[in-house]
């Protein structure tokens, strides 16, 4: 059943709109794709592997299996199946893959999910030779049904052709479904693309926009309850007991049951559970909860720093250089705790019955998700089915490795017995629910000789690990999280002596990645510091990195490059009333180097104009390049200058809303032009790597304005 609403209201204005869901076990069986597209029968669909579907309709359906939040894998993922098959665009369709593991597994993971920017890169050939397949097993069919040679048949813009016969790929999806699948089809050379590297609309901007697009918070099942759950409000509390009199006389409320992450609402709507969660009176054990101020806390992350950390990365002599050098630049800089604080906050739907369970969410990590819940329920994983839903951004929010909201939906499933259930997480939930990307401490130290020469580079990162404690443990080595510290390792500049540290910490506040994980503290540290030791040395902080830059480094070298040339760069970093700060990073193998144009606004920094130089390999799709560079920097600017979340007296959250969790405003958006270096290499992500050079360009330009240096962040809580 589903109910009008706002969303409703929008599809109905537009026009009359008929769909339906179907059976999670019609999706994907024995490695073939089999649904109902269009009124098309299984029989009729031509379903020639899991990822490619082509109904009567001549409409080719491409199972996408990577969470679509924004970034564009149904659009991308898409362009490579068109391009192989030779179809035109407007055949496109995209659909989410259902959870499976050895269908759907992300090559780079091993199991299905979405994260570190891998999506295409792990995708690129899979979805090209699942093209390749069907247009191969095509062509066999028309090559069978006109008795000609399969290599004189043409194929172009989805029509199949030999000589005055033609043929859709619809009126030959029955025949071609009866031909047998090419072990390693071959595919097109760069030279033969026709949709590959140009601009193309996202196949979901139409639906997002008209309100026809489903989310989440659109499902709604026949006798579902509302739930919310009131959470510890500190870190690392547990429930000791609780009265829930009152909540229950609050019309709409039908139960309150205590599970693992807290006290359950149940409700008739929304409005009735959290109304019901107001009135609950909870006593909390706090005997094992985090009570530090976040001012305590990096007190004891930079005294950790101070002894050094465990060798994450060791050049040269290492540290040893910088003590006898002629001159020592030192600096720390702290970074916040931050919630990622994507438009659609948490929510989930979980049907339960006697045949098992159904589940509707955003999840980032299927191949988690669903063995968590059916072990929170206690089923075999064959008896529960997980529809991966559009959702509404993520930054690395739904990137859980220990699926801890999949099993809270679970928890609230097993309490409640047979039924449907739909769990919320409201705003304020969501900033005060943790799992926020790591507080951070850098120590930095430089050496300079006497004639001005580097001798010698240390960084030592504290905060705490992501992995440990989780599935992905396993990828640690010798205790060491390399995402803590990722980006300040493998710099692509010669240093003859360095030495990079990371000492762990802990806390019972729960971490997760955040958009683009340890980039995003790692980038703006080292390229600052960086440009400290640049000014000191007298040097030109474009030239100066370049000069700097290694050897076998071209693509770095290529975007610096580009970015000062499109900025008309002269080695002025103060021009009128505006500076011009550089960056440049390189993260999930995408390099990326941009220069901002910053002036004082109110001892604030205003962000005019940003360049912005991207070399991604084979740019797929430009249009999603651009627009994931422009939110990369959006997203980015609004963290530095703003965002944090601190722990007060006692160790609770200060911040609840976007009234306290400031974003960047549309008026506070800068300018920005992008160029994609033309690559023929392998292509890499773009959903993060725009991020971690925006915030030390600004940062740069700032200080080139006005002197000062900001360390710690946001510039807002500085004082610029």
Same mark, same amino acid.
């Given at each position: $059943?589903?109910?009008?609403?706002?969303?409703?209201?929008?599809?109905?204005?537009?026009?009359?709109?008929?769909?339906?869901?179907?059976?999670?076990?019609?999706?994907?069986?024995?490695?073939?794709?089999?649904?109902?597209?269009?009124?098309?029968?299984?029989?009729?669909?031509?379903?020639?592997?899991?990822?490619?579907?082509?109904?009567?309709?001549?409409?080719?359906?491409?199972?996408?299996?990577?969470?679509?939040?924004?970034?564009?894998?149904?659009?991308?993922?898409?362009?490579?199946?068109?391009?192989?098959?030779?179809?035109?665009?407007?055949? $496109?369709?995209?659909?989410?893959?259902?959870?499976?593991?050895?269908?759907?597994?992300?090559?780079?993971?091993?199991?299905?999910?979405?994260?570190?920017?891998?999506?295409?890169?792990?995708?690129?050939?899979?979805?090209?030779?699942?093209?390749?397949?069907?247009?191969?097993?095509?062509?066999?069919?028309?090559?069978?049904?006109?008795?000609?040679?399969?290599?004189?048949?043409?194929?172009?813009?989805?029509?199949?052709?030999?000589?005055?016969?033609?043929?859709?790929?619809?009126?030959?999806?029955?025949?071609?479904?009866?031909?047998?699948?090419?072990?390693?089809?071959?595919?097109?050379?760069?030279?033969?693309?026709?949709?590959?590297?140009?601009?193309?609309?996202?196949?979901?901007?139409?639906?997002? /926009?008209?309100?026809?697009?489903?989310?989440?918070?659109?499902?709604?099942?026949?006798?579902?309850?509302?739930?919310?759950?009131?959470?510890?409000?500190?870190?690392?509390?547990?429930?000791? /007991?609780?009265?829930?009199?009152?909540?229950?006389?609050?019309?709409?409320?039908?139960? @309150?049951?205590?599970?693992?992450?807290?006290?359950?609402?149940?409700?008739?709507?929304?409005?009735?559970?959290?109304?019901?969660?107001?009135?609950?009176?909870?006593?909390?054990?706090?005997?094992?909860?985090?009570?530090?101020? /976040?001012?305590?806390?990096?007190?004891?992350?930079?005294?950790?720093?101070?002894?050094?950390?465990?060798?994450? +990365?060791?050049?040269?002599?290492?540290?040893?250089?910088?003590?006898?050098?002629?001159?020592?630049?030192?600096?720390?800089?702290?970074?916040?705790?931050?919630? =990622?604080?994507?438009?659609?906050?948490?929510?989930?739907? *979980?049907?339960? /019955? #006697?045949?098992?369970?159904?589940?509707?969410?955003?999840?980032?990590?299927?191949?988690?998700?669903?063995?968590?819940?059916?072990?929170?329920?206690?089923?075999?994983?064959?008896? @529960?089915?997980?529809?991966?839903?559009?959702?509404?951004?993520?930054?690395?929010?739904?990137?859980?490795?220990?699926?801890?909201?999949?099993?809270?939906?679970?928890?609230?499933?097993?309490?409640?017995?047979?039924?449907?259930?739909?769990?919320?997480?409201?705003?304020?939930?969501?900033?005060?629910?943790?799992?926020?990307?790591?507080?951070?401490?850098?120590?930095?130290?430089?050496?300079?000789?006497?004639?001005?020469?580097?001798?010698?580079?240390?960084?030592?990162?504290?905060?705490?690990?992501?992995?440990?404690?989780?599935? $992905?443990?396993?990828?640690?080595?010798?205790?060491?999280?390399?995402?803590?510290?990722?980006?300040?390792?493998?710099?692509?500049?010669?240093?003859?002596?360095?030495?990079?540290?990371?000492?762990?910490?802990?806390?019972?506040?729960?971490?997760?990645?955040?958009?683009?994980?340890?980039?995003? =503290?790692?980038?703006?540290?080292? #390229?600052?510091?960086?440009? $400290? @030791?640049?000014?000191?040395?007298?040097?030109?902080?474009?030239?100066?990195?370049?000069? *700097?830059?290694?050897?076998?480094?071209?693509?770095?070298?290529?975007?610096?490059?580009?970015?000062? +040339?499109?900025?008309?760069?002269?080695?002025?970093?103060?021009?009128?009333?505006?500076?011009?700060?550089?960056?440049?990073?390189?993260?999930?193998?995408?390099?990326?180097?941009?220069?901002?144009? @910053?002036?004082? +606004?109110?001892?604030?920094?205003?962000?005019?104009?940003?360049?912005?130089?991207?070399?991604?390999?084979?740019?797929?799709?430009?249009?999603?390049?651009?627009?994931?560079?422009?939110?990369?920097?959006?997203?980015?600017?609004?963290?530095?200058?703003?965002?944090?979340?601190?722990?007060?007296?006692?160790?609770?959250?200060?911040?609840?809303?976007?009234?306290?969790?400031?974003?960047?405003?549309?008026?506070?958006?800068?300018?920005?032009?992008?160029?994609?270096?033309?690559?023929?290499?392998?292509?890499?992500?773009?959903?993060?790597?725009?991020?971690?050079?925006?915030?030390?360009?600004?940062?740069?330009?700032?200080?080139?304005?006005?002197?000062?240096?900001?360390?710690?962040?946001?510039?807002?809580?500085?004082?610029?």
């Amino acid at each position: $059943m589903t109910k009008m609403n706002r969303r409703g209201f929008l599809a109905s204005s537009a026009g009359l709109v008929i769909g339906m869901t179907l059976p999670i076990a019609a999706r994907a069986q024995s490695g073939a794709a089999l649904a109902l597209a269009s009124g098309a029968t299984d029989e009729a669909t031509f379903a020639p592997n899991a990822f490619v579907r082509v109904a009567p309709d001549d409409t080719i359906t491409v199972m996408i299996k990577h969470i679509e939040f924004g970034q564009g894998p149904n659009t991308g993922l898409s362009t490579l199946v068109a391009e192989e098959m030779d179809a035109a665009w407007s055949q $496109m369709r995209a659909e989410s893959a259902p959870a499976n593991n050895e269908l759907y597994k992300n090559l780079a993971f091993g199991m299905q999910g979405t994260g570190g920017s891998t999506a295409m890169a792990n995708s690129y050939m899979q979805m090209r030779k699942a093209g390749a397949a069907a247009r191969a097993m095509l062509v066999a069919a028309a090559a069978e049904e006109w008795g000609v040679p399969a290599e004189e048949i043409t194929v172009s813009q989805g029509v199949i052709a030999h000589g005055d016969k033609t043929s859709s790929f619809g009126a030959l999806a029955e025949k071609a479904a009866q031909q047998t699948p090419p072990d390693d089809p071959a595919v097109k050379t760069p030279d033969q693309f026709v949709l590959i590297g140009k601009d193309r609309p996202k196949l979901d901007t139409v639906a997002k /926009s008209n309100g026809t697009a489903t989310f989440t918070m659109d499902v709604y099942r026949d006798g579902m309850q509302t739930v919310v759950v009131a959470h510890p409000p500190k870190f690392g509390a547990t429930v000791a /007991s609780f009265d829930d009199a009152a909540a229950l006389e609050v019309p709409g409320v039908s139960a @309150v049951r205590q599970i693992p992450q807290g006290v359950a609402v149940y409700a008739a709507s929304t409005y009735a559970a959290i109304k019901g969660r107001n009135a609950l009176s909870i006593e909390w054990d706090e005997s094992a909860a985090e009570t530090r101020t /976040s001012d305590e806390i990096y007190t004891a992350f930079s005294e950790a720093a101070a002894q050094g950390g465990k060798d994450a +990365e060791v050049i040269g002599d290492g540290a040893a250089a910088i003590d006898g050098a002629a001159r020592v630049i030192e600096a720390e800089f702290r970074f916040p705790y931050l919630a =990622h604080a994507p438009m659609e906050p948490l929510d989930g739907v *979980l049907e339960l /019955s #006697e045949e098992g369970a159904e589940v509707w969410m955003g999840s980032q990590f299927p191949g988690l998700d669903l063995p968590t819940v059916a072990g929170t329920l206690g089923l075999d994983p064959s008896k @529960v089915s997980i529809n991966v839903m559009l959702a509404g951004g993520s930054f690395g929010r739904r990137a859980q490795d220990t699926a801890h909201f999949a099993s809270e939906l679970a928890a609230v499933a097993k309490a409640g017995g047979p039924g449907a259930y739909k769990l919320v997480w409201t705003r304020e939930d969501d900033l005060h629910g943790g799992y926020y990307r790591p507080l951070t401490v850098h120590k930095f130290r430089a050496g300079l000789a006497e004639d001005g020469s580097l001798t010698g580079w240390e960084n030592i990162v504290a905060n705490q690990s992501i992995m440990a404690g989780g599935p $992905m443990a396993q990828m640690m080595q010798d205790g060491m999280d390399p995402t803590a510290y990722e980006g300040s390792t493998r710099m692509p500049y010669d240093f003859a002596n360095a030495r990079i540290g990371w000492a762990a910490m802990e806390s019972p506040v729960s971490v997760l990645w955040w958009r683009s994980v340890g980039h995003s =503290h790692t980038g703006y540290a080292t #390229e600052v510091f960086l440009d $400290m @030791v640049l000014e000191a040395q007298g040097k030109d902080p474009v030239q100066g990195r370049l000069d *700097l830059l290694k050897a076998d480094k071209p693509r770095d070298r290529a975007v610096l490059e580009k970015v000062a +040339e499109m900025a008309g760069w002269d080695g002025t970093s103060v021009k009128g009333g505006k500076a011009y700060g550089v960056a440049l990073h390189e993260s999930f193998e995408t390099y990326v180097a941009q220069i901002a144009e @910053v002036s004082d +606004e109110g001892g604030m920094p205003k962000v005019h104009r940003v360049w912005c130089a991207v070399d991604c390999g084979v740019a797929v799709n430009p249009n999603v390049i651009r627009a994931q560079m422009e939110g990369g920097i959006g997203y980015g600017l609004g963290s530095v200058l703003f965002d944090e979340i601190t722990l007060g007296e006692g160790g609770t959250v200060e911040q609840s809303n976007f009234d306290t969790y400031r974003m960047l405003r549309i008026d506070e958006m800068p300018e920005v032009m992008v160029e994609i270096i033309q690559s023929d290499a392998d292509p890499t992500g773009v959903g993060e790597p725009g991020l971690p050079p925006v915030g030390p360009a600004v940062a740069n330009a700032w200080r080139a304005l006005t002197g000062k240096t900001v360390t710690t962040l946001p510039f807002a809580k500085a004082g610029a």
